[in-house]
């Protein structure tokens, strides 16, 4: 391949990274049997893979007005909400009950220990059971939604219980109205 | 390409196409050399060769004879000799001096050529058993400047082939996950690259998690999860293009992607709105999915057999995960894993005779290997957190995540546990990785 024809590839390929962001998004529907197009492959070295969705971070709850406290933490191979985070239960739950509009999202995790696609199922596990005692305190199915990262996203860096017992959480992310 | 004895042994005009166009796509900050490889277990008995420096066409960028030297040494089962013992440095067999190789017990002398060959060049070589006199091999193999490195493990793969009665694997490439940053703001990439760790390309950047890439078996696609969106969802990414499918976005979680031998199918893993995991196959041409296993335990990181027709996958069904066994065309699971409380991620040798497997081992996530009809269990490793195993395709080591030091990096060991290397990223954490087929 000559010089100039590689240049010009990389140009190409570099428009297509510059001007992704600018165009609306398209992303499939589930199990869509359209191929994401060359740009949105280029796309997701851009910052246009989720944070701009609304959906990645917490946000400040300002009108209500306290601070609820958004994790909690297990155990070992547990997914057994401990008696110390009723109350986390209990207040998420009353703000959710008062206005049927906020929806959270129950992000599961576990430490780094053990194989990773099971660590997914196992942060799942986890949120799943945030999601139930939620719905007992009568939060509407619909107001929560459940998402595994495994060991993928830990908080703490290090590799001892102090950091995994930091990583094995649920955090109760509010993910809009 | 001609061949000197009459053996087919040239680099397919598809793995060139796929060198030139995924460097294309790479990131410019990326080096060449992204991973180092160190030996951290061999054996004293390996068979002693020496490769001698080809004759050039002058300055090359590749030094192809110390391609083909570092593969052997780094098998673990050759000894290779360092150039300054060299006797002398002849460029034909011809010019071999037997007896002064002999003296240094030498049993095998490769010398080779570099020469014109059209628009490109050609490697030469030769190998002489020099106990016998008898010339093993004679190839050449049409090559480019920008392949030479490829052409030195193509030889490296005949020699080993040749000496050993086994395919060698070093023709091969590797995928694997970078992470880089803190927790806040880490970033993952998914890295394609040689076996050796060179020429190392990134094929998908993310500010979000990338897991569990698959090689399609003829070695063109990758399956992979990544969280973009902050979703789980399987893609595959054919190689060459860079374009990709979303193949699995649903609601839930979509994991653990696993082809089918023939390479239109994908075992993956599905949950349920209660969170329940469980194996589908998903046909890639018709998307329909067919429900595998069936149980409110969670049942994941699925692998077919060798023939095609049965799953091995993870399931806590018992309490602990094991691995089970089922066919795909129904019936009850089997469970294949009893030694050991915890055994997850099975992927099969290709013999199809034995399963690599992460097991808990003294309190530590270690690789065994798990003999599929006794159900023995051999532990291979000795880390802490030792996980993602994957064979080579020729079956003779296994290369796995390996935290040492705080840090995670790749790490070999040969199934005999008798080799083992050690691969670190230049920077941040190297995880998950999947060796290719033959290429």
């Not at chain 1, 994790?71 to 206005?99: C, G, M, W």
């Not at chain 1, 129950?106 to 194989?115: A, I, M």
């Not at chain 2, 080591?397 to 005999?416: F, H």
């Given at each position: 391949m000559t010089r100039v024809l590689k240049m010009a590839l990389v140009v190409a390929f570099g428009a297509l990274l510059a001007g992704c962001p600018k165009k609306p998004t398209t992303v499939p529907s589930a199990d869509s049997k359209s191929a994401v197009s060359q740009a949105s492959t280029a796309g997701v070295s851009g910052d246009a893979t989720g944070?701009?969705?609304?959906?990645?971070?917490?946000?400040?709850?300002?009108?209500?007005?306290?601070?609820?406290?958004?994790?909690?933490?297990?155990?070992?191979?547990?997914?057994?909400?401990?008696?110390?985070?009723?109350?986390?239960?209990?207040?998420?739950?009353?703000?959710?009950?008062?206005?049927?509009?906020?929806?959270?999202?129950?992000?599961?995790?576990?430490?780094?220990?053990?194989?990773?696609?099971?660590?997914?199922?196992?942060?799942?596990?986890?949120?799943?059971?945030?999601?139930?005692?939620?719905?007992?305190?009568?939060?509407?199915e619909a107001q929560l939604a459940t998402v595994s990262f495994g060991a993928e996203r830990p908080v703490a860096d290090g590799h001892s219980e102090a950091a995994w017992s930091q990583n094995r959480r649920v955090e109760l992310v509010d993910a809009g109205r | 390409m001609h061949s000197f004895n009459g053996r087919p042994g040239s680099i397919s005009a598809l793995t060139l196409g796929l060198l030139l166009l995924v460097g294309l796509l790479s990131s410019p900050a990326w080096g060449d050399s992204e991973l180092t490889i160190q030996i951290t277990r061999g054996t004293a008995a390996g068979i002693p060769v020496a490769i001698v420096p080809f004759a050039g066409m002058g300055p090359l960028p590749v030094d192809v004879a110390s391609v083909v030297e570092a593969d052997l040494a780094r098998s673990g089962r050759f000894q290779t000799l360092p150039r300054k013992d060299m006797p002398q440095q002849p460029t034909t067999a011809a010019g071999i001096d037997a007896s002064q190789w002999r003296i240094l017990k030498t049993d095998y002398v490769t010398i080779g050529r570099l020469v014109p060959n059209g628009a490109g060049l050609a490697v030469e070589f030769e190998v002489v058993n020099v106990l016998t006199g008898q010339r093993l091999l004679g190839y050449s193999i049409p090559t480019t400047t920008e392949t030479l490195r490829l052409a030195g493990h193509r030889v490296a793969d005949m020699i080993y082939e040749k000496i050993l009665g086994i395919p060698g694997a070093f023709a091969t490439r590797i995928a694997y996950v970078s992470i880089e940053g803190p927790p806040k703001t880490r970033h993952w990439r998914l890295v394609v690259a040689d076996a050796d760790g060179e020429n190392a390309r990134v094929i998908l950047d993310a500010p979000e998690p990338i897991m569990s890439p698959a090689w399609s078996p003829d070695g063109t696609r990758l399956a992979y999860v990544s969280f973009e969106g902050r979703n789980p969802a399987v893609f595959v990414q054919t190689l060459v293009t860079g374009a990709r499918e979303r193949v699995s976005g649903r609601a839930g979680i979509n994991g653990a992607p696993a082809w089918s031998p023939d390479g239109r199918k994908l075992a993956i893993t599905l949950s349920q709105p209660d969170g329940n995991l469980d194996v589908f196959l998903l046909d890639l041409d018709s998307r329909q999915l067919t429900r595998i296993t069936e149980d409110p335990a969670i049942d994941t990181e699925p692998c077919f057999s060798v023939d095609g027709q049965s799953l091995y996958f993870t399931s806590d069904r018992a309490g602990r995960p094991q691995i089970y066994r089922i066919g795909l065309a129904g019936g009850k699971p089997t469970r294949v894993t009893f030694e050991g409380a915890y055994n997850a991620r099975a992927r099969i040798?290709?013999?199809?005779?034995?399963?690599?497997?992460?097991?808990?081992?003294?309190?530590?996530?270690?690789?065994?290997?798990?003999?599929?009809?006794?159900?023995?269990?051999?532990?291979?490793?000795?880390?802490?957190?030792?996980?993602?195993?994957?064979?080579?395709?020729?079956?003779?080591?296994?290369?796995?995540?390996?935290?040492?030091?705080?840090?995670?990096?790749?790490?070999?060991?040969?199934?005999?546990?008798?080799?083992?290397?050690?691969?670190?990223?230049?920077?941040?954490?190297?995880?998950?990785?999947?060796?290719?087929?033959?290429?």
């Open positions: 944070r701009g969705r609304g959906l990645a971070e917490a946000t400040p709850m300002g009108d209500t007005n306290v601070t609820v406290q958004s994790i909690i933490h297990f155990d070992y191979d547990s997914s057994a909400i401990k008696p110390e985070y009723t109350a986390v239960i209990t207040s998420q739950a009353k703000r959710l009950a008062a206005n049927r509009t906020l929806k959270l999202r129950l992000e599961g995790h576990t430490d780094e220990r053990g194989s990773s696609e099971y660590n997914i199922g196992l942060g799942e596990r986890r949120a799943q059971a945030v999601k139930r005692a939620l719905m007992l305190e009568g939060v509407a | 040798a290709p013999d199809g005779k034995s399963l690599a497997v992460v097991t808990q081992d003294q309190g530590a996530y270690r690789i065994a290997l798990v003999d599929v009809d006794s159900g023995r269990s051999r532990v291979l490793t000795s880390g802490s957190l030792d996980i993602a195993p994957s064979f080579a395709p020729n079956g003779q080591n296994v290369m796995y995540s390996s935290r040492e030091g705080g840090r995670a990096g790749l790490a070999t060991v040969s199934v005999d546990g008798s080799v083992a290397t050690r691969i670190n990223g230049r920077a941040g954490e190297v995880r998950d990785p999947a060796w290719s087929p033959k290429l």
